[in-house]
């Protein structure tokens, strides 16, 4: 089985491109798809996180903004929720693989948004990066509801810069072109790999 990690920085299309793979038939482990159903109501770090931070529960669920505020706040308070919320997506992570090994699958997926700063990319067999020019990186992200031009740059300071996660990349997704020369990208990859396989 091969193991792709797919990473870009925000507003590179990374989102819809993990879907593409899953479209192809490559399961897909969505680490911030996994965080949000831990945090949903009734999710696993619901209950350890109200213990912690009783006030970022609301309704059962955590409140994002709240929690968010007391990470700004403490540096410290990023580690203790780290020091929970990690293992539980790494379980949720092998279940995934177990999954999919008995499913027979040839090709999974990471979708890893900081595989490279979290030192992610030693876990896989081969990295994707997905990229975009940097004004059509801008222009997308600048789109989003309640994104402001220091919010970005907030963001993009916490990223490795795209020029070197191409770099660092053994393939490269191009999403400024349209969603159907990105699919075909996608299917080149698959094919390439497939081969591999044989």
């Given amino acids: 089985m091969i193991i792709l990690g797919l990473t870009g920085s925000i507003g590179m299309g990374k989102t819809t491109t993990a879907q593409m793979f899953r479209e192809a038939g490559c399961p897909v482990f969505d680490a911030d798809a996994t965080v949000h159903k831990l945090y949903a109501k009734g999710g696993r770090a619901v209950p350890l996180i109200r213990a912690v931070f009783p006030d970022a529960v609301k309704e059962g669920a955590i409140d994002r903004k709240v929690l968010g505020a007391h990470m700004r706040a403490d540096p410290l308070n990023l580690q203790v929720l780290e020091s929970f919320i990690h293992p539980m997506v790494g379980q949720e992570r092998t279940a995934f693989f177990e999954q999919a090994k008995a499913d027979k699958s040839n090709i999974v997926v990471m979708d890893v948004p900081l595989l490279f700063e979290t030192g992610g990319d030693s876990y896989v ?71 591999d396989i044989i």
């Fill in 125 to 195: 067999d081969k990295v994707i990066v997905v990229t975009a020019p940097a004004d059509v990186q801008r222009e997308r992200v600048l789109a989003r509801p309640g994104m402001t031009e220091d919010l970005f740059e907030t963001l993009l300071s916490r990223q490795i810069p795209d020029a070197e996660k191409r770099n660092r990349a053994d393939f490269l997704i191009f999403t400024h072109k349209g969603l159907d020369a990105a699919r075909e990208q996608v299917q080149d990859i698959i094919n390439i790999l497939k081969e």
